[in-house]
């Protein structure tokens, strides 16, 4: 089992910046890959970005250029540093960790204003 504590989020003007952090406890030495996830009322939980246990990251392409996620494997954390936020990235944010199952954040929102 792991378990997710995220902080960070809140709300910023546009082209303003949050960071979003993720502490990983319990099983932590069988995750393979973290990682955040977005998602607005009524819609499908998308993918923001994620990062292997070797570093290896991907993105959502809405994302790109503006997000940054990194990880310490040492302290079991995941962070996302968002700038350059538009109001469409206004969502609950939550974090993601993968081994052979896959565990879930209580989600943090983020809102940005126009």
């Known amino acids: 089992q792991v378990q997710l504590v995220e902080s960070g989020g809140g709300l910023v003007q546009a082209g303003g910046s949050l960071r979003l952090s993720c502490a990983a406890s319990g099983s932590t030495f069988s995750i393979r890959v973290m990682g955040w996830y977005r998602q607005i009322p009524g819609k499908p939980r998308e993918l923001v970005a994620t990062i292997s246990s070797g570093d290896i990251t991907n993105y959502a392409d809405s994302v790109k250029g503006r997000f940054t996620i990194s990880r310490d494997n040492a302290k079991n954390t995941v962070t996302l540093q968002m700038n350059s936020l538009k109001p469409e990235d206004t969502a609950v944010y939550y974090c993601?960790?993968?081994?052979?199952?896959?565990?879930w954040g209580q989600g943090t929102q983020v809102t940005v204003s126009s």
């Open positions: 993601h960790a993968r081994t052979s199952a896959y565990y």
